[in-house]
């Protein structure tokens, strides 16, 4: 098997979160609980820092609607795309620290603050992790009808005999899209990254054929395939996806490289903390609902909960990831 980079989601180092100890209060903040707080008593916004029609888009949405559900607020989307969410966390550091402006997380920030490097603000002290919602698998996806290859063997064999020729739409420069490539490359498997306006514009251009094929995620493509619009040629997952059993593994395919997409809720840091617990808890509830997991399921995804401290770990390791391969 070649040489490659695997992503360990459980690590062990322990972040410390300014403002935060979470000695205080704990999970499982019901609406009752924060009766003192008067909270939530208004609309609450969601900050989606991607285009909409992606998969963060779609995960978001459906969140959104269970949340509405358990909390009788209203939840607004606000799609604050570019920069691979720097924009949209950008926009989080203008808000309130009420607890009313909800930040919907993945790695990106950690792309941008790694890539570009010229960044006003530490996202890991301008935001605080709340829950973990969902794990979304990294794929590479090419159309049916306009690439000419019929099976995954044949992508990388081609991909090997012709580096750096097979251009692969990414949902930006600085993305776990990109991070996909990236590794892939590291492992053997040489593709030129296209940067695109988000998941859904990479989606599109496969589709059409103005890309060779898309680095996408699960819950991009899972409604596609039915029809046979895409063929996936690789899952960057250590083990097959549940939900797509014939699609292979890079790993299968002789290419280390493993990595996906970890999304969460977060807030401002400075908001209490007894409301950081509160989104904790509901997150939590959340999971736990029959209807919203069968939603997941239509996306090929599963909730995948994890509370704020634990997460807080996790958004810490994998920004270090990103850090020591990008440097």
């Known amino acids: 098997m070649k040489k490659g980079i695997v992503l360990a989601l459980a690590v062990t180092v322990s972040l410390v979160l300014p403002g935060v100890s979470f000695a205080e209060g704990g999970p499982g903040a019901t609406p ?73 997380s993945d790695p990106g920030p950690g792309f941008v603050r790694t ?11 301008a935001m605080v992790p709340a829950a973990r919602i969902n794990v979304d698998s990294r794929l590479i996806a090419v159309s049916t009808e306009h690439s000419p290859f019929k099976t995954p063997q044949e992508f ?25 490539v990236e590794l892939l490359k590291r492992a053997g498997l040489d593709l030129n990254a296209v940067a695109c306006n988000g998941s859904g514009a990479v989606r599109e251009q496969v589709l059409s054929g103005a890309l060779d094929g898309g680095a996408l995620t699960v819950s991009d493509v899972y409604k596609l395939l039915p029809d046979g619009k895409l063929m996936i040629v690789g899952i960057l997952s250590e083990e097959k996806v549940e939900a797509i059993p014939d699609a292979p593994t890079f790993r299968e395919l002789g290419y280390d490289a493993v990595w996906s997409t970890s999304r969460g809720i977060s807030l401002r840091a400075g908001t209490d903390v007894r409301i950081l617990w509160y989104w904790a808890g509901l997150a939590e509830q959340i999971a736990k609902d029959p ?33 020591d391969i990008l440097k």
């Open 32 to 104: 009752q609980k924060l009766e003192s707080l008067n909270y939530p008593s208004k609309g609450i916004e969601l900050v989606i820092p991607y285009a909409a029609g992606g998969a963060m888009d779609s995960t978001g949405r459906i969140f959104a609607k269970y949340a509405e559900k358990y909390t009788g607020q209203s939840i607004s989307i606000n799609n604050v795309s570019g920069g691979s969410g720097f924009e949209g966390a950008k926009y989080l550091m203008t808000t309130n620290t009420d607890g009313y402006t909800l930040f919907l």
């Open 115 to 125: 890539g570009a490097n010229q960044v006003p603000f530490d996202f890991e002290v």
């Open 291 to 323: 209807e919203y997991q069968k939603e997941l399921a239509e996306l090929g995804l599963k909730p995948s909960y994890m509370a704020a401290e634990e997460y807080s770990q996790e958004v810490h390791g994998i920004f270090k990831t990103i850090q």
């Open 156 to 180: 990388v064999d081609y991909a090997k005999a012709h580096p750096g020729e097979l251009k692969i739409g990414t949902p930006g420069e600085y993305t776990d899209g990109g991070m996909a």
